[in-house]
C-alpha cells in the first residue's frame, strides 16, 4: 500500500491550491485524488472567475485580502499566469437601502486594509458608461483590484508547482471510503486501491457531503445549479468594464473574449446535482440584461456555448475550513456558496497553517468551522451573488 503524509480529495482549485501551500510549508508526500481523466471538471471548470474583496462579513474580506494580492503576483510565484485582470466590482444600488448597505460594508472593508474600494455617484457611473439605464440608480461602490482570474489557468499554476515540489496526482481515481483505527484516520480507500495516510482533506467541491458521510459527518454542503450565458462579439460596450452588478435582481455581467459573460442567480432554482444548461434559461436572463443595457437587446447568443456548473451551498454562505472534532485527521475545505476560486489561495494557506501547526493569522478559523453549524455560531454573508 502506497503512503502519503496528507490525501486531498479533489483536485480543483481548491485541492491544488491546499497541494501547493503544503508543499510550500515543507510538506513533500503529498498525493491529490481525482476521479476524472482530467482536473478542472468541477466547479473550477465553470467558474465566472470573478474575484472581490467587496463582501459584507470581516472574514470573507480578509480572506480576499490575502487571495486578490496572490492572484496579482501568482506567475511570479508560481510561474504560470492566473489571468488576473484587475478591472473592478461595480455595484449599482437602486434603493437607499442598498446603498447604505453598500456604505456599511465599505467601512468594515477599508478597516481592514482595502484601499481601493470607493463609493461611486450615478453621474460618475453615466459618464463611465452611458449604455447604462440608470434612471433608478441612486449610487454604487467599486472596487478598482476586484476583477477576474482564469480559474483553470490558476488550477493548474497550483498543481504544477506542487507537483515539482513533491506532490503526485493520481486522475481516473474515485475515492470509495476512508478507513479508521484508534488514533483516527488510517487509509482512503479508491478505485486504483488504498493509499494509507494519517490525514485526509475532503476538497470534493459540490461532493463534499459524499466524503464526509465516509468519516460518518453529516456536511451541510448542497449542490445548487448556476448558469452562465456567453455572447458572441460585442463592440457596442466597452471591454475594461468592470464586473457590473444589478442589485435590484442581481443579474451581472462582465466582458469576457469578445462578448460578455452574463450570470444570474434564478431564485426558482432548485438544489441537486443539475449539470445540464436549461435553454429557457437565455430568455429569463436576457429580460434582466436589456433592462440594464437596452443595447444588450441586440446580443447574439449562441445557446451551445452557454453552460451549467455547481455552487456548493452551506446555510450561511461561508466555507467549512479545517479539523472535524471527534474524527482526527480528517480536514474540510468545502462549501464556498460561489466563492471558492476567489479564496482558493487564502483557502491553502489556512489548510496548510491549521495541518501542519494548528493555527493559522490569517483569519481566525473558529468562525468556519463546522461545529458552528450545531452551536449556532452562524455568520451571514448577504453579499452573495
Ligand atoms: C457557473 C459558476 C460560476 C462561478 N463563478 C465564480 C466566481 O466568479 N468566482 C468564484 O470565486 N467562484 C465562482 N464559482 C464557484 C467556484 O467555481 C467554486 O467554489 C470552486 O471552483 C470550488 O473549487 P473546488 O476545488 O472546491 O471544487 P471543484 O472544482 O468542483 O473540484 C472538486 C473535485 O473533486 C472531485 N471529486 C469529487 N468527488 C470525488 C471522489 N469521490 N473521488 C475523487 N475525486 C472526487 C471532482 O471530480 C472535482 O474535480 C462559480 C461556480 C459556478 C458553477
Not at 490525501?7 to 491546499?18: D, F, L
Not at 451549467?308 to 462549501?335: K, Q, R, S, W
Not at 487564502?346 to 458552528?372: F, P, V
Amino acid at each position: 500500500m502506497n503512503t502519503a503524509d496528507v490525501v486531498i480529495v479533489g483536485g480543483g482549485i481548491v485541492g491544488s491550491s491546499i497541494a501547493w501551500h503544503l508543499t510550500q510549508q515543507g510538506c513533500k508526500n503529498i498525493l491529490v485524488i481525482e476521479r476524472e481523466t482530467h482536473q478542472g471538471k468541477g466547479s473550477t471548470g465553470k467558474s465566472m472567475g470573478g474575484v472581490r474583496a467587496q463582501f459584507s462579513t470581516p472574514v470573507n474580506i480578509q480572506m480576499s485580502l490575502y487571495s486578490i494580492p496572490f492572484y496579482a503576483e501568482f506567475e511570479q510565484r508560481l510561474g504560470h499566469p492566473s489571468g488576473y485582470r484587475p478591472q473592478g466590482y461595480l455595484f449599482l444600488a437602486t434603493s437607499e437601502k442598498h446603498l447604505a448597505y453598500l456604505r456599511t460594508n465599505q467601512e468594515t472593508q477599508k478597516s481592514l486594509g482595502l484601499t481601493t474600494a470607493h463609493m461611486i455617484t450615478r453621474e460618475e457611473v453615466q459618464e463611465l458608461y452611458p449604455q447604462l439605464r440608470l434612471d433608478d440608480v441612486v449610487g454604487g461602490a467599486f472596487c478598482s483590484t476586484d476583477g477576474f482570474v482564469d480559474p483553470y489557468s490558476a488550477m493548474n499554476g497550483f498543481i504544477k508547482s506542487a507537483c515539482e515540489h513533491g506532490a503526485t496526482v493520481c486522475k481516473d481515481t474515485l475515492v470509495t471510503g476512508i478507513s479508521r483505527d484508534s488514533a483516527g484516520i488510517s487509509a482512503v480507500e479508491t478505485t486504483r486501491g488504498n493509499f494509507s495516510t494519517r490525514i485526509v482533506v475532503n476538497a470534493a467541491g459540490a461532493w463534499a457531503a459524499e466524503i464526509a458521510a465516509m468519516v460518518g459527518i453529516e456536511l451541510p454542503v448542497i449542490p445548487l445549479r448556476r448558469q452562465l450565458v456567453p455572447s458572441e462579439p460585442f463592440a457596442d460596450f466597452p471591454h475594461t468594464a468592470p464586473m457590473i452588478i444589478d442589485m435590484s435582481n442581481g443579474f451581472h455581467f462582465r466582458p469576457e473574449a469578445l462578448g460578455f459573460l452574463l450570470a444570474w442567480a434564478d431564485p426558482d432554482e432548485t438544489p441537486g446535482y443539475k449539470m445540464s444548461f436549461d435553454d429557457g434559461f437565455i430568455e429569463k436572463i436576457l429580460v434582466h440584461a436589456a433592462n440594464r443595457v437596452p443595447i444588450f437587446e441586440n446580443l447574439a447568443i449562441n445557446p451551445k456555448r452557454a453552460w451549467a456548473g455547481l455552487y456548493e451551498m452551506t446555510p450561511d454562505h461561508h466555507p467549512i475550513l479545517g479539523a472535524i472534532e471527534g474524527v482526527p485527521g480528517f480536514y474540510c475545505a468545502n462549501g464556498f456558496s460561489g466563492h471558492g476560486v476567489m479564496h482558493a489561495p487564502a483557502t491553502g494557506k489556512i489548510l496548510a497553517d491549521l495541518i501542519l501547526r494548528g493555527t493559522t493569522d490569517l483569519i481566525d478559523a473558529s468562525l468556519l468551522n463546522y461545529s458552528r453549524f450545531a452551536e449556532g455560531r452562524e455568520i451571514h454573508e448577504s453579499a452573495v451573488l
